[in-house]
């Protein structure tokens, strides 16, 4: 079996067929639902593709493992937008570009904060990621945008962002090119500096740059 992660259709494969046998046992709010090695052979897919599928509900708030217990189904009806967000995700048929946008909202607004802030813009991860990229040329891209929205201290918004990002388009996996560098040593440099408008203009040019395809760079 692949060890490789699942495409973004599988993943809404497997939590379609997941939802429906929620429904059709009529497993409740607390309720264990089956176990990772139950479901790869129910659903008939590999167990690591379950394995990524039930992560992503779980930073979603959906399920909840417990050590020696298994998985449980979580009470999320008071947590509104968690409601919301999964509904809008986990259905079939999800326009791409909306949750490819809405991602790039939360990557911007998390930029803003960090850059608009001297303590968390000063923080040594982002002249570590600047001196990689000046030595090395090269640098994992995801590492950049994921330290910017962790840091940007606000934990929904990091379980938001990662599950859009899983279910939008890949544009983060592998390693920066040499195309990418100046653009994103003048991003992290802007950032550290506080320019917000600087280091989003930057960080709009670098993805764009991806969006267009992995063939150009």
Excluded: C
Aim: proline share 2%; hydrophobic share 40%; aromatic share 6%.
């Amino acid at each position: 079996m692949s060890a490789e992660k699942p495409t973004s259709k599988m993943f809404l494969q497997i939590v379609s067929e997941l939802r429906a046998l929620i429904r059709d046992e009529n497993i409740p709010a607390g309720g264990k639902i089956p176990s990772e090695r139950v479901l790869a052979e129910r659903l008939n897919v590999g167990r690591s593709s379950v394995r990524e599928a039930l992560r992503s509900l779980e930073l979603l708030g959906l399920i909840e493992t417990r050590r020696g217990e298994g998985t449980f189904l979580t009470d999320f009806r008071n947590h509104k937008l968690v409601e919301v967000l999964s509904t809008f995700i986990l259905q079939e048929g999800t326009d791409l570009e909306n949750v490819n946008e809405t991602r790039k909202i939360l990557e911007r607004d998390a930029i803003r904060i960090v850059s608009s802030n001297e303590t968390l813009r000063k923080l040594p991860v982002w002249e570590s990621l600047w001196r990689n990229l000046e030595t090395e040329g090269v640098i994992a891209r995801e590492d950049i945008m994921r330290e910017i929205v962790i840091v940007s201290e606000n934990r929904l918004v990091l379980k938001m962002w990662i599950l859009l990002k899983q279910y939008g388009k890949e544009i983060y996996s592998g390693l920066s090119t040499e195309h990418e560098q100046p653009m994103l040593q003048a991003f992290i440099s802007e950032l550290m500096i506080g320019n917000t408008a600087e280091a989003i203009s930057w960080f709009e040019k670098w993805t764009e740059l991806l969006h267009k395809g992995r063939d150009i760079l």
